[in-house]
């Protein structure tokens, strides 16, 4: 029998700034500096150097901004 890899159709739940950044052009140093001030979308922190951030909230902090994102942040 074959192993068959099936690719979920789902979002993942938890995303990299790196990725963010890749898919929806939100510089990482933008990410950096509102976790610094408090402010921004809903993160986790795994450990000392890396940051997750949810995605749909991540998305809905995005709509939220004037403009629904398309503003330069």
């Known amino acids: ?3 068959v890899i099936i690719e979920s159709p789902r ?7 790196r990725k963010l950044e890749e898919i929806y052009g939100v510089p990482r140093t933008k990410l950096a500096k509102l976790r610094i001030k408090e402010k921004g979308p809903k993160f986790f922190r795994l450990g000392y ?7 749909a909230a991540f998305e809905k902090w995005l709509e939220g901004l004037p403009g629904g994102g398309g503003e330069r942040l």
């Open 1 to 3: 029998m074959r192993n």
């Open 11 to 17: 979002k993942p739940k938890l995303m990299s700034d």
């Open 49 to 55: 150097r890396t940051v997750l951030y949810d995605v």
